[in-house]
């Protein structure tokens, strides 16, 4: 069996008596279209906190690529290439959709800690976050400050900050959350858009979504690990039927 | 990905980007004020100096505060540490030339930044607030029963600091060296902040402000970057302290007193935070204000202050630059992206 991109190992997280995280053994392959679902506090976000080094894990392991990741910190994991969206909107709202994204991509290629050199000279930078832009069709809206958009646009400058980082490990956490309908399809066009190479770890309610992205599912129950399949095998499971999605279709 | 052939550098927001460092007309305009006074007012040259070392050191917290968005009551410590540095060195006679005496000021404080810092900010919102004023406390009882060295209660007076380039002696009677060599501090360190601000290392600590959650998610050493943002504020508050040392010939316990601190913290949200000339409009309009109102109600005077900065805090959190920034973004003509 070849390493994993990503794996954890008998990973569990508790918050006081509540176990967020139990036992989780998971894998995402290099190339992965990987979709994590579950009813509400599941601990699908935990999880994502303790794959990013938000939170540490009360026990278990992480690995990247075979190589213990538990101990580094969240900066360091995003130099490694893990990169994440946020459930809730995350941005600097109060900068250009431009800025936004030079923020990170200034961070990725080390400009960040320059001082002496204004930020607009730095054209690699300017050039690939407007690229970036471009690819998820956001040039138009490129000047405009954050909190001028609306919430769909700004769930797209999400993505661009995480493209910018140009992650091998890409962790999605609803990304079309708060989208209107009308508006989805830019976001879903966008994450099929993205490199193959890259492993992606979506997680959403949305089954529509998860069907359409995924080739392969993981459910997660209680903090813990309830079926890992196909989308074939998770949407023919009983099991699953009865705790997840029969709920999801009325809800 | 290697679709090169494009290029953005003429889109309005890369052009923004790329141009927003430039020097914007009006900007040579308060620093030629600045230098008419010095001829129109030569009476006021003492006040006029005391005013340029309000504006540097408002100018110091506007870069932790309004660009990093690192909330602070504790300024004036730096402030003190670079007023005591001068003075004690010059009243031992260990070191009276101006300017090295104010590169040591800034080191100092500096140290006393990035010490502090180290630990403090760790923490956020009301515990740094309150740690920065009981660091500022500390430092102060320090110099209070350090009398040895400080002078205790007293101070230490009559410095001597031997003439700026061996040439301009500071007359405490004529103050017009000190005028014209706290303004040129001022300018030079002005120049520092204001390329700090636009540099990719400004853009971080904005980021920080913004979301410094979103900032630790990019893979950005978010406290690494704050310290570093602190220690740099807290060099020219020692600056502007050392200046305030050098030009009043003495250093007391009132250079590390919540008094300073908090008046600096009202000049910056009364110009603006976050804009650079918040700091000369706050500091020129607390001085007008004070110096209006003590007229008009010399009992409660600081009242009539109060009242006017809850006013600000309410319906201009942008402060007097950010009303001329809105009325000015109406009389312009409407552009195609705003």
Redesign the interface.
């Known amino acids: 069996m070849t390493t994993p991109l990503l794996e954890t190992r008998a990973l569990c997280r508790n918050f006081g008596a509540l176990a967020a995280a139990r036992d989780i053994d998971f894998r995402l392959e290099a190339g992965a279209r990987h979709a994590l679902i579950g009813p509400n506090g599941a601990g699908k976000t935990t999880f994502v906190n303790l794959l990013?080094g938000?939170v540490a894990p009360t026990s278990g392991a992480i690995l990247m690529r075979g190589r213990d990741i538990t101990g580094v910190d969240?900066?360091?994991?995003?130099?490694l290439g893990i990169?994440?969206t946020?459930q809730i909107n995350?941005?600097?709202?109060?900068?250009?959709?431009?800025?936004n994204v030079?923020?990170?991509v200034?961070?990725?290629v080390g400009?960040?800690?320059?001082?002496?050199?204004?930020?607009?000279?730095?054209?690699d930078?300017?050039?690939e976050s407007?690229?970036l832009l471009?690819t998820l069709k956001l040039?138009a809206d490129?000047?405009?400050r954050i909190s001028?958009l609306p919430y769909g646009r700004q769930r797209l400058v999400e993505l661009a900050?995480a493209l910018?980082?140009k992650p091998e490990i890409l962790l999605l956490d609803e990304p079309a959350a708060g989208v209107p309908s009308a508006e989805s399809h830019i976001i879903l066009d966008a994450i099929d858009g993205l490199?193959r190479d890259i492993g992606v770890l979506i997680i959403d309610h949305d089954m529509d979504l998860v069907f359409r992205f995924a080739q392969r599912i993981t459910v997660l129950v209680s903090g813990a690990v309830f079926a890992t399949g196909t989308p074939r095998e998770i949407g023919a499971d009983a099991n699953v039927r009865a705790v997840y999605l029969g709920q999801a279709s009325h809800g | 990905m290697t679709r090169s052939a494009v290029s953005w550098a003429d889109h309005p927001a890369a052009v923004a980007l790329a141009g927003r460092h430039r020097l914007r007309a009006w900007e040579p305009i308060p620093w030629l004020l600045a230098l008419a006074f010095y001829f129109v007012f030569p009476k006021y040259l003492g006040f006029g100096t005391e005013l340029l070392i309000t504006i540097l050191f408002a100018l110091s917290l506007d870069l932790v505060l309004g660009y990093a968005g690192i909330v602070t009551l504790g300024q004036a410590a730096f402030f003190g540490a670079g007023a005591y540095t001068v003075g004690m060195l010059a009243k031992r006679g260990i070191w009276n030339e101006p300017i090295t005496g104010l590169i040591l000021a800034a080191a100092v404080a500096a140290i006393v930044g990035l010490g502090s810092g180290l630990v403090l900010l760790r923490t956020g919102g009301l515990t740094l607030l309150m740690l920065t004023l009981c660091t500022m406390a500390l430092l102060e009882e320090a110099a209070n029963l350090a009398h040895d060295y400080t002078g205790g209660f007293d101070g230490l007076d009559s410095l001597q600091i031997t003439p700026v380039l061996g040439m301009f002696e500071f007359n405490p009677l004529y103050p017009k060296t000190q005028y014209l060599y706290a303004l040129s501090v001022l300018f030079v360190c002005f120049v520092f902040v204001r390329t700090l601000v636009y540099s990719p290392f400004g853009q971080s600590l904005t980021g920080i402000r913004e979301n410094s959650l979103r900032m630790h998610a990019v893979g950005a050493p978010v406290r690494r970057r704050l310290v570093l943002c602190y220690a740099l504020s807290a060099a020219i508050a020692g600056v502007a302290g050392g200046v305030w040392a050098q030009a009043n010939a003495y250093v007391n316990l009132g250079t590390l007193g919540l008094d300073r601190a908090a008046t600096v913290l009202i000049i910056l949200v009364l110009g603006g935070y976050g804009r650079l000339y918040g700091a000369f409009v706050g500091a020129i309009a607390y001085v007008a204000l004070s110096h209006f109102l003590s007229k008009i109600y010399p009992t409660a005077w600081q009242l009539g202050l109060g009242l006017l900065l809850v006013v600000i805090a309410l319906f201009a959190r942008n402060g007097i630059l950010g009303i001329i920034e809105a009325a000015a973004r109406r009389l312009r003509p409407p552009r195609a992206t705003s």
């Open positions: 990013t938000v969240q900066a360091q994991r995003v130099k990169a994440r946020f995350r941005l600097f709202r109060r900068l250009s959709v431009l800025e030079y923020i990170a200034a961070e990725r400009a960040a800690p320059s001082m002496f050199q204004p930020a607009g000279t730095r054209r930078v300017v050039e407007m690229h471009e040039t490129a000047s405009r001028e900050i910018g980082l490199p």
